[in-house]
Protein backbone atom coordinates (compact mmCIF):
# COMPACT_ATOMS: atom_id res chain seq x y z
CA UNK A 1 0.00 0.00 0.00
CA UNK A 2 0.77 3.74 -0.01
CA UNK A 3 3.04 4.56 3.01
CA UNK A 4 5.91 7.20 3.57
CA UNK A 5 7.89 7.04 6.65
CA UNK A 6 9.68 9.97 8.22
CA UNK A 7 12.69 10.34 9.92
CA UNK A 8 13.39 12.31 12.60
CA UNK A 9 9.89 12.79 14.41
CA UNK A 10 11.83 15.28 16.19
CA UNK A 11 14.78 17.72 15.95
CA UNK A 12 16.40 20.38 17.48
CA UNK A 13 19.22 22.81 16.10
CA UNK A 14 21.26 25.77 17.07
CA UNK A 15 20.75 28.91 15.12
CA UNK A 16 22.73 29.11 12.04
CA UNK A 17 22.71 24.95 11.54
CA UNK A 18 21.31 22.78 8.88
CA UNK A 19 18.57 20.39 9.34
CA UNK A 20 18.25 17.30 7.27
CA UNK A 21 14.98 15.46 7.11
CA UNK A 22 14.84 12.10 5.36
CA UNK A 23 11.76 9.84 4.28
CA UNK A 24 11.18 6.79 2.41
CA UNK A 25 8.35 6.01 0.30
CA UNK A 26 6.85 2.76 -1.00
CA UNK A 27 4.91 3.19 -4.19
CA UNK A 28 7.07 3.07 -7.21
CA UNK A 29 4.59 5.08 -8.96
CA UNK A 30 4.67 8.02 -7.05
CA UNK A 31 6.14 10.99 -9.11
CA UNK A 32 5.67 14.52 -7.41
CA UNK A 33 7.22 14.93 -3.79
CA UNK A 34 5.81 18.26 -2.06
CA UNK A 35 7.34 19.70 1.22
CA UNK A 36 4.64 21.37 3.98
CA UNK A 37 5.55 23.07 6.31
CA UNK A 38 2.97 24.11 9.30
CA UNK A 39 3.08 25.85 12.29
CA UNK A 40 1.84 25.72 15.17
CA UNK A 41 -2.31 26.48 14.97
CA UNK A 42 -1.92 27.43 11.18
CA UNK A 43 -2.79 25.54 8.07
CA UNK A 44 -0.07 23.57 6.09
CA UNK A 45 1.45 24.98 3.28
CA UNK A 46 3.82 24.31 0.19
CA UNK A 47 7.90 25.64 0.97
CA UNK A 48 9.32 23.52 -2.04
CA UNK A 49 8.45 20.23 -4.45
CA UNK A 50 10.52 18.16 -6.40
CA UNK A 51 8.81 15.77 -9.55
CA UNK A 52 10.55 12.31 -10.54
CA UNK A 53 12.52 13.53 -13.08
CA UNK A 54 14.77 15.75 -11.08
CA UNK A 55 17.00 14.64 -8.76
CA UNK A 56 17.70 18.00 -6.71
CA UNK A 57 16.27 21.17 -6.44
CA UNK A 58 16.96 24.63 -4.08
CA UNK A 59 15.68 27.25 -3.20
CA UNK A 60 17.41 29.58 -1.34
CA UNK A 61 18.15 28.17 2.47
CA UNK A 62 15.89 24.90 1.27
CA UNK A 63 17.24 21.88 -0.90
CA UNK A 64 15.37 18.68 -1.68
CA UNK A 65 16.85 15.58 -2.78
CA UNK A 66 14.90 12.71 -4.83
CA UNK A 67 16.52 8.92 -5.27
CA UNK A 68 14.03 7.07 -6.86
CA UNK A 69 15.53 4.30 -7.39
CA UNK A 70 15.72 3.59 -3.51
CA UNK A 71 12.79 5.49 -3.05
CA UNK A 72 14.08 8.05 -0.47
CA UNK A 73 13.53 11.82 -0.85
CA UNK A 74 15.26 14.45 1.73
CA UNK A 75 14.83 18.30 2.80
CA UNK A 76 17.90 19.83 3.85
CA UNK A 77 17.10 23.57 5.74
CA UNK A 78 20.75 25.34 6.15
CA UNK A 79 21.38 28.38 8.16
CA UNK A 80 18.71 27.72 9.98
CA UNK A 81 16.92 30.60 11.57
CA UNK A 82 14.14 30.91 14.64
CA UNK A 83 11.19 31.10 12.04
CA UNK A 84 12.20 27.60 10.55
CA UNK A 85 10.36 26.28 13.95
CA UNK A 86 7.71 24.26 12.90
CA UNK A 87 6.27 20.77 12.03
CA UNK A 88 7.63 19.51 8.69
CA UNK A 89 5.57 17.25 6.35
CA UNK A 90 7.16 15.06 3.66
CA UNK A 91 4.40 14.11 0.81
CA UNK A 92 4.13 12.13 -2.18
CA UNK A 93 1.66 12.06 -4.65
CA UNK A 94 0.67 8.58 -5.90
CA UNK A 95 -1.49 7.34 -8.54
CA UNK A 96 -4.96 9.62 -8.41
CA UNK A 97 -4.51 12.86 -7.03
CA UNK A 98 -4.19 12.17 -3.66
CA UNK A 99 -1.52 13.23 -0.97
CA UNK A 100 -0.06 10.95 0.97
CA UNK A 101 1.61 12.64 4.40
CA UNK A 102 4.47 11.55 6.41
CA UNK A 103 4.22 11.58 9.83
CA UNK A 104 6.06 14.61 10.38
CA UNK A 105 8.82 16.20 11.96
CA UNK A 106 9.26 18.83 14.61
CA UNK A 107 12.11 21.14 14.22
CA UNK A 108 13.17 23.73 16.72
CA UNK A 109 15.75 26.40 16.33
CA UNK A 110 17.20 27.57 19.59
CA UNK A 111 18.30 30.72 19.49
CA UNK B 1 -9.05 36.93 1.67
CA UNK B 2 -8.75 34.71 -1.67
CA UNK B 3 -7.76 31.97 -0.18
CA UNK B 4 -9.77 28.26 0.83
CA UNK B 5 -12.02 29.55 3.77
CA UNK B 6 -13.83 26.77 6.23
CA UNK B 7 -16.70 27.19 8.23
CA UNK B 8 -16.99 26.57 11.44
CA UNK B 9 -13.39 27.07 12.63
CA UNK B 10 -14.47 24.93 15.79
CA UNK B 11 -17.07 22.53 16.67
CA UNK B 12 -18.30 21.17 20.06
CA UNK B 13 -20.64 18.40 19.92
CA UNK B 14 -21.60 15.32 21.80
CA UNK B 15 -21.78 12.11 21.01
CA UNK B 16 -24.28 11.03 18.42
CA UNK B 17 -24.85 14.00 16.93
CA UNK B 18 -24.44 14.86 13.55
CA UNK B 19 -22.64 17.89 12.24
CA UNK B 20 -21.37 19.51 9.20
CA UNK B 21 -18.26 21.46 8.02
CA UNK B 22 -18.11 23.76 5.22
CA UNK B 23 -15.17 24.62 2.57
CA UNK B 24 -15.12 27.58 0.28
CA UNK B 25 -11.93 26.91 -2.27
CA UNK B 26 -10.09 29.25 -4.15
CA UNK B 27 -12.38 30.46 -7.12
CA UNK B 28 -10.65 29.14 -10.23
CA UNK B 29 -9.79 25.46 -8.59
CA UNK B 30 -11.53 22.98 -10.18
CA UNK B 31 -10.34 20.19 -7.60
CA UNK B 32 -11.53 20.11 -3.85
CA UNK B 33 -9.65 17.81 -1.26
CA UNK B 34 -10.74 16.70 2.64
CA UNK B 35 -8.44 15.38 4.57
CA UNK B 36 -8.30 14.64 8.42
CA UNK B 37 -5.55 15.56 10.73
CA UNK B 38 -4.98 14.46 14.47
CA UNK B 39 -2.63 15.81 16.75
CA UNK B 40 0.65 15.05 16.20
CA UNK B 41 -0.36 13.21 13.28
CA UNK B 42 -0.17 14.47 9.26
CA UNK B 43 -3.37 15.29 7.39
CA UNK B 44 -5.22 12.26 6.23
CA UNK B 45 -6.81 11.79 2.51
CA UNK B 46 -10.78 11.13 2.69
CA UNK B 47 -12.05 12.29 -0.33
CA UNK B 48 -11.77 14.39 -3.26
CA UNK B 49 -13.91 16.25 -6.03
CA UNK B 50 -13.04 17.33 -9.57
CA UNK B 51 -16.05 19.70 -10.59
CA UNK B 52 -18.82 18.30 -9.15
CA UNK B 53 -17.97 14.45 -9.36
CA UNK B 54 -16.57 12.81 -6.41
CA UNK B 55 -13.80 10.87 -7.48
CA UNK B 56 -11.79 8.60 -4.66
CA UNK B 57 -12.78 7.97 -1.48
CA UNK B 58 -10.24 6.68 1.13
CA UNK B 59 -11.13 3.92 2.86
CA UNK B 60 -11.40 5.89 5.93
CA UNK B 61 -14.33 7.44 5.37
CA UNK B 62 -16.85 5.08 6.96
CA UNK B 63 -20.65 5.09 6.27
CA UNK B 64 -21.32 8.06 8.76
CA UNK B 65 -19.13 10.60 6.50
CA UNK B 66 -20.29 11.99 3.55
CA UNK B 67 -19.21 15.01 0.79
CA UNK B 68 -21.04 16.78 -1.53
CA UNK B 69 -19.82 19.73 -3.96
CA UNK B 70 -23.37 20.08 -5.85
CA UNK B 71 -22.77 22.73 -7.88
CA UNK B 72 -18.64 22.18 -8.43
CA UNK B 73 -17.47 25.13 -5.99
CA UNK B 74 -18.23 25.04 -2.49
CA UNK B 75 -17.90 21.47 -0.74
CA UNK B 76 -20.12 20.42 2.73
CA UNK B 77 -18.55 17.21 4.79
CA UNK B 78 -21.38 15.64 6.66
CA UNK B 79 -20.52 13.31 9.80
CA UNK B 80 -23.55 11.72 11.34
CA UNK B 81 -23.74 9.93 14.66
CA UNK B 82 -20.81 11.41 16.09
CA UNK B 83 -18.03 9.28 18.15
CA UNK B 84 -15.58 10.35 20.36
CA UNK B 85 -12.95 9.02 17.38
CA UNK B 86 -14.16 11.51 15.25
CA UNK B 87 -12.34 14.19 17.05
CA UNK B 88 -9.98 16.02 14.90
CA UNK B 89 -8.83 18.84 12.65
CA UNK B 90 -10.95 18.87 8.81
CA UNK B 91 -8.45 20.36 6.58
CA UNK B 92 -10.17 21.27 3.16
CA UNK B 93 -7.75 21.97 0.04
CA UNK B 94 -8.20 22.99 -3.33
CA UNK B 95 -6.09 23.12 -6.63
CA UNK B 96 -6.52 23.44 -10.51
CA UNK B 97 -6.11 20.81 -12.63
CA UNK B 98 -3.86 20.94 -15.69
CA UNK B 99 -4.84 20.46 -19.03
CA UNK B 100 -0.87 18.78 -19.55
CA UNK B 101 -2.16 17.12 -16.95
CA UNK B 102 0.89 18.13 -14.57
CA UNK B 103 -0.05 18.27 -10.81
CA UNK B 104 -0.53 21.42 -9.15
CA UNK B 105 -0.27 22.47 -5.51
CA UNK B 106 -3.12 21.45 -3.25
CA UNK B 107 -3.97 24.92 -0.99
CA UNK B 108 -4.81 24.22 2.32
CA UNK B 109 -7.89 26.08 4.63
CA UNK B 110 -7.41 26.72 8.36
CA UNK B 111 -9.63 23.91 9.32
CA UNK B 112 -12.23 22.73 11.46
CA UNK B 113 -11.17 21.46 14.51
CA UNK B 114 -14.32 19.40 15.80
CA UNK B 115 -14.67 17.84 19.34
CA UNK B 116 -16.77 15.08 20.17
CA UNK B 117 -18.03 14.77 23.79
Known amino acids: GENVEQHPSTLSVQEGDSAVIKCTYSDSASNYFPWYKQELGKRPQLIID?????GEKKDQRIAVTLNKTAKHFSLHITETQPEDSAVYFCVFKAAGNKLTFGGGTRVLVKP | DTGVSQDPRHKITKRGQNVTFRCDPISEHNRLYWYRQTLGQGPEFLTYFQNEAQLEKSRLLSDRFSAERPKGSFSTLEIQRTEQGDSAMYLCASSLASRDSSYNEQFFGPGTRLTVL
Open chain 1, 50 to 54: IRSNV
